[in-house]
């Protein structure tokens, strides 16, 4: 199916899914998907709070989820697939730069800083295009980060660049606040630790792993 196309076939993890996900690269082959052109791209499907309808989504960024990773990871390269864990380690928010590059205007002309948050919340208001404008000296972004990251550089976390005390919004639904971190130091530490020992176990196969 993918010999002249390249494909991306995108599988959501969660506590059930991660037990099918062997016989979902072996109906691959099934399908005729060519190993060439088609990556798997993983990402684990997480909840904010406990849902109690839905068991088998993963707290954020627990170490659950970073186990799932691994574990489809490694299934994957055995079976001699590319996959893609572009979701594991994700970019900072939108929220952290302090010239954003992307915003929200709502149909009032207020401005959102978060293109997920459009309720006029004033922990992401960024200016009026109607009235005031938006603001030329930025947001004191940079200030707020680091007001967020004592914890943080106290322990001179690694993982400190690719999170920046994690996403405000999360934040606000989950913690009721955006001036806190949310840390996930053990759940990268899951991850690397996985992944070394997967570069250890195959390192021929490692070549097809897309982070």
Request: glycine content about 8%.
């Amino acid at each position: 199916m993918s010999r002249e196309l390249k494909v991306s076939l995108k599988y959501n993890l969660t506590g059930n899914s991660t037990a099918c996900f062997g016989e979902f690269v072996s109906d691959l082959d099934a399908a005729g998907f060519d190993r060439r052109n088609t990556l798997v791209v993983l990402e684990a499907v997480k909840t904010v709070d406990y849902n109690p309808a839905r068991p088998e989504y993963f707290k954020s960024a627990s170490e659950a989820a970073a186990d799932a990773y691994i574990s489809c990871t490694e299934a994957a390269l055995k079976a001699d697939w590319k996959i893609s864990l572009s979701h594991v380690f994700q970019p900072p928010c939108m929220y952290t730069q302090e010239k954003p590059s992307t915003i929200l205007i709502c149909p009032d002309g207020r401005v959102s800083r978060y293109i997920s948050v459009y309720t006029g919340d004033p922990d992401f208001y960024g200016g009026d295009v109607l009235g005031e404008g938006l603001p030329a000296s930025g947001y004191g972004v940079r200030e707020e980060i680091l007001g967020n990251a004592g914890q943080c550089m106290k322990a001179q976390c690694p993982y400190f660049p690719i999170c920046m005390t994690g996403c405000p919004s999360f934040k606000k639904m989950a913690m009721k606040s955006v001036r806190t971190a949310f840390c996930r130091r053990p759940y990268f530490e899951r991850v690397v630790s996985g992944l070394s020992a997967l570069r250890a176990a195959l390192a021929h196969d490692y070549r097809k792993l897309d982070l």
